[in-house]
């Protein structure tokens, strides 16, 4: 992507949002803005960045999670994130934009442009499902706090409150739980801030109000109930990099041919498909090399996994 070494030009002036955008979604986003208010949802359109793979239930997408917050079993999200307190809720923005500050969750959505975006969706862990979520590209709350021409990557933290969230009271990780992406990355138009699922808010368990989805990266890099983002010129902390870095790299690019040290990457396991659902071959990229093969571009990806 050529705008990323144009470094005296804001990404607001070289990405303007039309040129990711169909004219139907744009006229879609407009009418769902208009119709939907300050709850965020609602505004559909199937959109070229979707995939056309039938999604998970949402039985299956609310009740097998990640999130460590509230345990580590598969079903203890969905039994006590409800305890979250999701409203106020706030996203402080800070390091090198021109726009810092704490941007409140109502004043995020009504500058966004929600869409429905069917993702496949994979874990480092092989488990993967297929999931439509309503969110808008993390272009725009970047484009709109306005990064700094030095800023080269995005860093994104959970919120840490062990009063809701009992899996803090252990040292399990080095809470919060930290993400980042390359500013390229954050600006790719399927990157994306998740705020619903099938025309939903978003559940408690899947990461609420506002959670990152990066669909071609292993799901652990889709870190949930966002409270703060830095731009930053040095390659952000990031929970399981630092956790154990020989297993889990800062890039997690979905990629068959590069195995986690304990387990093939090759196949997969789709949820929903019963105890006896055939496991799936990994797509490079998890199906989106074509969107995004060109950010690796010379870059050895087993080195840089
Ligand atoms: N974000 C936070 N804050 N805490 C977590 O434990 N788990 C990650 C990611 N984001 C996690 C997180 C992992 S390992 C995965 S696979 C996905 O969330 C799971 O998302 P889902 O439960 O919505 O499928």
Known sequence: MAYRFRTDLKYSQITPKADFLNRRQVMAGMAGAAAIGLSGQGAFAAGQYSTSEKPNTLKDITSYNNFYEFGTGKDDPAKHAHSLTTDPWSVKIDGMVDNPGSYG?????????????IYRFRCVEAWSMVIPWNGFQLSQLLERVSPQSGAKYVSFETLVRPEEMPGQNSALLDW??????????A??????????IYGEDLPNQNGA??????????????????????LTDKQPQATW???????????SNVNPNVDHPRWSQASERPIGGGLFAKRKAT???????EEVAG???GMDMSKNF
């Open 241 to 251: 990099n630092m956790q154990n870095p020989r297993e889990y790299g800062f890039y």
């Open 283 to 289: 797509l490079m990229l998890n199906g989106y090399e």
């Open 105 to 117: 969750l109502e004043d995020i959505l009504s500058n966004a442009t929600i869409e429905e975006r």
């Open 187 to 196: 600006m790719h138009p399927l990157t994306l801030i998740a705020t619903g």
């Open 295 to 297: 950010m690796y571009a």
């Open 209 to 230: 109000p506002l959670r990152l989805v990066v669909p071609w990266k292993y799901g652990f890099k889709s870190i949930k109930s966002i409270v703060r983002m830095t």
């Open 176 to 185: 919060p739980y930290r993400e980042g992406l390359r500013l390229d990355e």
